[in-house]
């Protein structure tokens, strides 16, 4: 029943070991969105990320080994913050913004050159999804700000 990972480099399943790639312009997409699009796309690009680690072992967070331990002791001054407050559900919904901040740059795959390759897309999709949030979020101001009262 032991299944071989080797399938994966079959240019048939290419787009699984690129799916981190392109989850990546997504959540770049996204973040000006809002939590509620953001926070399910950036846990689709993390479980993705860690899929295409060990699929193709790179890890390339090796070189942020030191700042492991500075997110460890940094959760642990925030679990102390967060006995001590009174409003437990906006102590955790602050770690876990904190925690989403701090994971994506040290998981960014700096090493791979599909990564280094595109910064300045990625720039631009986070650009584009800029303009698109703005236009979205005007138009739902400017529709819930019209009152129509017998059709007038």
């Known amino acids: 029943m032991f299944v071989s990972i080797q399938f994966i480099t079959h240019k048939k399943y290419a787009f699984i070991v690129h799916l981190d790639y392109f989850a990546f312009y997504l959540l770049l997409f996204s ?5 509620s699009i953001f926070v399910p796309i950036l846990f689709v690009w993390l479980c993705a990320v860690f899929l295409s680690y060990f699929i193709k072992h790179d890890y390339s967070f090796d070189r942020f080994k030191e700042l492991v ?3 460890i002791l940094f959760y642990c001054l925030q679990s102390i913050g ?4 009174a409003n437990t559900r ?7 913004l904190k925690l989403s901040l701090l994971l994506v740059p ?3 795959p700096y090493g791979r050159k599909m990564y280094e390759s595109s910064r300045s897309t990625f720039l631009w999709t986070f650009v584009v999804g800029c303009g698109a949030a ?8 400017t529709y819930r700000s019209l009152s129509l009262i017998n059709g007038v």
């Open 106 to 108: 040290l998981l960014y």
């Open 90 to 96: 906006g102590a955790f919904f602050d770690m876990q």
């Open 69 to 71: 331990v500075l997110l």
């Open 134 to 141: 703005s236009f979205y979020y005007f138009g739902y101001a």
């Open 31 to 35: 973040l000006p969105f809002g939590k």
């Open 82 to 85: 967060l006995v001590s407050s």
